[in-house]
């Protein structure tokens, strides 16, 4: 995700409003990237998107699954086209290495402050 948008967005926002699957985690990056892994927690999430914690639970079986996504969130993007530009033909060295800065200097290949968040998670 090149830039998370600070507020989470539903269409038609009316009566009794339930959190999709998306909201729950687009939250959970947008609270890692800001405030850390340790401010990850369900309690929390579901007061900021004014959802019951019973929500959370029908999309993951616990907060390490959540946790667990969210990684899994990160490999599919930064580290993913990492490793694509990485295994590229290439006729140089200096090609190979410009195939794979592509990524730090393109948000949509790479988003620097997700890798920051989970870098100081690990």
Do not use: H
Not at 33 to 61: A, H, M, P
Not at 92 to 106: N, P
Request: some cysteine; aromatic content about 12%.
């Amino acid at each position: 995700m090149a830039a998370l948008e600070t507020t989470i967005q539903r269409a038609g926002a009316t009566g009794n409003i339930k959190a999709t699957r998306e909201d729950w985690l687009k939250l959970a990056l947008e609270t890692l990237i800001s405030d850390g892994v340790e401010r990850v927690r369900v309690l929390t999430l579901g007061q900021k998107l004014d959802v019951s914690r019973s929500s959370f639970y029908w999309y993951f079986k616990s907060r390490q699954d959540l946790l667990d996504q969210l990684l899994d969130y990160w490999r599919q993007t930064n580290t993913r086209f990492i490793v694509e530009r990485a295994r590229r033909p290439s006729a140089t060295v200096i090609r190979g290495v410009m195939s794979i800065f592509e990524c730090w200097v393109d948000e949509r290949l790479f988003d620097p402050q997700l890798d920051f968040a989970v870098r100081a998670w690990a």
